[in-house]
């Protein structure tokens, strides 16, 4: 179960590099900002991803980091993601591997069969802190939500952060 308190599946997926990665390789020890992307082409994931891309310098200085995971072929990730200007990864699941493992389908786009739009934030563990449905856009970590999430997780998991 998706929930906070249980611990994430260890996602062994394609970079928009094409290189084989691992979600706990891309954590690197840090806490992180999971989020599950339609993929390029819906305008309602560009909005959000340019959200997530202006605050990409924060995370890099917090010690955290943004992960970002769709249908999209690693090659249009990585068009995407230099649109965006981002720097943190994005994962391919174009063979659509985790996509029922995790219970994640949109159902209502039998078109792309795309991840419904969920994020997470997680223990650099793995464990989650926070879900996030994000079907309604409203659904969706806000930065805000975001920063107080990693606030939260780096008090527990950084030994000098002085509560």
């Not at 078109?111 to 079907?135: K, M, N, S």
């Amino acid at each position: 179960m998706l929930e906070p308190g249980s611990v994430f599946h260890d996602l062994d997926l394609p970079d928009h590099t094409g290189r084989e990665r691992r979600l706990s390789e891309v954590a690197g020890g840090d806490p992180v900002a999971l989020v599950f992307s339609r993929g390029w082409w819906c305008p309602k994931e560009q909005r959000y991803l340019r959200e997530l891309s202006a605050l990409q310098d924060e995370f890099e200085v917090a010690y955290t980091r943004i992960v970002v995971v769709s249908i999209d072929a690693p090659e249009v990730q990585s068009a995407f993601r230099a649109g965006l200007g981002a720097r943190f990864v994005f994962l391919s699941d174009g063979d659509r591997r985790w996509l029922e493992q995790l219970d994640l389908l949109e159902e209502t786009d039998s078109t792309h069969r795309p991840y419904r739009p969920t994020a997470f934030t997680l223990h650099p563990d793995l464990t989650i802190h926070a879900a996030y449905d994000g079907y309604w856009y409203w659904g969706r970590p806000t930065a805000e939500d975001l920063r107080q999430d990693m606030r939260a997780i780096s008090r527990t998991v950084r030994e000098d952060f002085k509560r």
